[in-house]
């Protein structure tokens, strides 16, 4: 068997199987324990509209048997030995993982490689996942937080798959059968798009060898994606109604990719901004009006766009108000710079959540994973903490003038149904 392996760090390896399937560890001498992750690069993003929500609810359908194990032999697989097991489902990827004593490294990739295999889909279990995951909607659909943010990413990549709920819609899940998951996973789940991450305790050569025997194979199918350009980013406002006590607001725009050159600059701003208790809208908006409870921006990355915003929830007659105080404080950022010692107050604080993640075993599986899935490499925390620190306040007001333009920005409104006109 050949292999191809690359040492990118003391601890970290990577092995490229013949099928294509990358392998990924990083050694924690530190640790009793392991994470085991089997990622698929297909999230939500790669399905055709008939298909919104198969990846998800696909997610659901391994847990619920495979060839040699029924569903309550993979729950007991790892909660037997005081590990767990679960997985979750995004835009972009999918992943599959357990956490574990060192020692259950062979039972974890075991039962993920059954998972991720050897699945059969019972029709008595797809019926009944349907109404799993009809209901998981109805719950989303009473968080007005997931609705508000829903509504927003739809309309900043209208008629995109980006824009699409993760979860699908009623109608295409509940269409689902059998041969429409078999298609998919044989679509989706080759070797060449698939990725082991393992964190902790853990010997490099022996994963190898557990891989190559319970989840390679030699294939000659490769997966291929479909071009999905982006359609032009419209600045749009939408307002909605629920019967609901608070209004819900988020104001963003479109933002960056994952490797875009500018995104330590808006890490930096997000985290001046947005990020804790000292930050200038929770001062600004909660502490010094006490115009809400809840007040944040997020920044969530794509591989060929992105998505940045501003949530609040606060009172219908607030509305004016807080979307006044937000814009002043975009002004700010974009026509003063940000002081040495504010500055240098959001790195420390960057790097420390960034470092204090490192402390988990499950954290280090999933940065491990992502960099594997955007970059093709490792990028080390040296290299994180170096481009942090290398900010400028200059820089930063110059990205800052021009991201954080309020014509750039879209609005989502959803209100208490009592109030609206």
């Not at 309550?72 to 037997?80: F, W």
């Not at 719950?139 to 943010?149: K, L, T």
């Not at 739809?154 to 824009?163: A, D, E, L, S, W």
Request: charged content about 30%; glycine content about 6%; some cysteine.
């Amino acid at each position: 068997m050949t292999l191809v392996t690359t040492e990118t760090d003391t601890d970290v390896r990577k092995t490229i199987l013949p099928s294509g399937l990358k392998i990924v560890t990083e050694h924690i001498n530190s640790v009793k324990s392991i994470s085991v992750g089997i990622w698929v690069k297909t999230g939500s993003r790669n399905e055709r509209e008939e298909q919104a929500g198969i990846t998800h609810f696909l997610e659901h359908m391994l847990f619920k048997g495979t060839k040699s194990r029924t569903a309550y032999d993979i729950a007991q697989s790892m909660e037997s030995v005081g590990g767990y097991l679960n997985a979750f489902t995004s835009t972009e990827y999918t992943c599959y993982y357990a956490r574990c004593l060192d020692s259950k490294l062979e039972a974890a990739v075991d039962v993920l490689a059954d998972m991720v295999k050897n699945s059969r889909f019972p029709k008595k279990e797809l019926e009944k996942e349907k109404k799993v995951v009809l209901e998981e909607m109805k719950m989303y659909r009473d968080s007005p937080d997931d609705v508000v943010f829903e509504e927003f990413s739809k309309q900043v990549f209208q008629n995109h798959p980006i824009g699409r709920p993760i979860i699908g819609y009623e109608e295409t899940v509940s269409s689902f059968k059998r041969k429409n998951l078999f298609d998919y996973m044989d679509e989706r789940y080759q070797p060449d798009n698939l990725l082991v991450a393992v964190a902790g305790n853990v010997d490099h050569e022996k994963v190898i060898e557990l891989v190559s025997g319970v989840l390679n194979h030699n294939g000659t199918k490769k997966t291929t994606s479909q071009e999905q350009p982006l359609p032009e980013y419209q600045v749009t406002q939408k307002e909605i109604s629920k019967p609901i006590e608070q209004t819900h607001m988020i104001t963003g725009r479109r933002a960056l990719n994952y490797d875009h050159p500018d995104k330590y600059l808006l890490l930096l701003a997000n985290t001046v901004l947005g990020g804790g208790m000292s930050s200038r809208l929770h001062q600004n908006i909660r502490e010094k009006y006490g115009y809400c409870y809840s007040i944040g921006p997020f920044n969530q990355s794509y591989v060929d766009s992105g998505l940045f915003g501003v949530y609040i929830g606060t009172d219908i007659e607030y509305v004016p108000h807080v979307r006044d105080l937000i814009t002043k404080e975009f002004e700010i950022i974009r026509k003063e710079k940000v002081g040495e010692k504010e500055l240098t107050e959001s790195k420390a604080q960057l790097k420390g959540k960034l470092l204090l993640s490192q402390e988990n075993t499950s954290n280090r599986m999933t940065r491990l994973a992502k960099s594997e899935l955007y970059f093709n490499r490792y990028v080390t925390l040296d290299e994180l903490v170096e481009n942090i620190d290398a900010v400028t306040q200059e820089e930063l007001l110059t990205f800052s003038a021009d991201f954080f333009d309020p014509v750039m920005f879209s609005e989502t409104l959803l209100i208490p149904e009592k109030t609206k006109s």
